[in-house]
């Protein structure tokens, strides 16, 4: 029977956790990051399943030959996570292993569903960081830092501050929790937040990277230039920046390696409807 774990009982998994896997997971049992946790057994897990806060998947972590898990994890996401995912607007469930030995294992279970699978690249900073190459931009548009003052908007200065808002609350339980672990800047242009950069997941030194430029200013190096200020104040503050981006979003891939990022490692993602025949 497979149980959801309270947040106080996270820790429990932390035997279960790939080192070199996914930032989210440990982000999660970290406890930096909200999620569910769902697992064979309270005590001492030995598989389990991280619903991501953001909503942005679901990571399969721990032994991936659990037969009593496996056996009972599609009537589980049946009956309890698409009733609960379909009230949140979800259509798709994202399923992602901690470790390649459960790609397999994903295909076999799923086998009879209509999967999709796409590619990942997760890049990092392995060497020294070079700190030419800064992006030049158009007039008008300003580099600022996202800290408690431009977050509060106290005297309206920025138009859209609700987008901020939106994405920071995407990632984080609080304000207040991502101000005391997180990294952000922003562009603005005429008193508008028109890129935005910052530390979606977080876990011991390790800042996951999140980057969204409003389409009418796409195209203008913003999300590159914002990225190199987190990227920098990573370094500065001995922390290790973390981008994850499909394979197929080539610009993505490109602001990575334009930022100094190198390729650290890849894997598979597997889609399927919540709602099939």
């Not at 997971?25 to 930096?32: D, L």
């Not at 399923?95 to 994903?106: D, F, Q, S, Y």
């Amino acid at each position: 029977m497979i149980r959801e774990l309270d947040e106080t009982e996270f820790y429990k998994c932390e035997t279960l956790i790939n080192d070199v896997g996914h930032l989210e997971v440990k982000a999660v049992i970290e406890g930096n990051n909200p999620g569910r946790i769902f697992v064979d057994r309270i005590d001492f897990p030995n598989t389990g399943l991280i619903w991501l806060g953001n909503n942005d998947g679901f990571f399969f972590i721990g032994d991936e030959e659990n037969e009593l898990f496996n056996n009972d994890i599609n009537d589980f996401i049946d009956k309890v996570v698409f009733p609960e995912a379909k009230k949140l607007g979800l259509k798709s469930f994202i399923a992602i292993g901690n470790h390649a030995r459960w790609e397999k294992t994903i295909e076999g279970i799923f086998s009879h569903r209509h999967i999709q699978v796409s590619h990942q690249n997760v890049y990092k900073l392995r060497g020294h960081y070079k700190v030419d190459n800064e992006p030049s931009v158009k007039h008008g548009y300003e580099v600022l830092k996202v800290d408690e003052c431009l977050y509060e908007n106290e005297k309206n200065y920025l138009h859209n501050i609700e987008f901020l808002h939106s994405k920071i609350l995407g990632f984080w339980s609080s304000p207040e929790r991502f101000f005391r672990t997180g990294i952000g800047y922003c562009i603005v242009y005429q008193n508008k937040i028109v890129s935005l950069c910052f530390s979606g997941f977080v876990a011991e030194n390790v800042h996951g990277i999140d980057i969204e430029t409003i389409e009418e200013h796409q195209g203008n190096k913003l999300g590159q230039k914002a990225a190199r200020y987190v990227v920098k104040e990573c370094v500065n503050n001995g922390m290790i920046p973390y981008w994850d981006c499909e394979e197929a979003n080539k610009p993505s891939n490109q602001i990575a390696k334009n930022i100094g990022l190198e390729n650290y490692s890849h894997y598979l993602v597997y889609i399927f409807p919540m709602d099939e025949d």
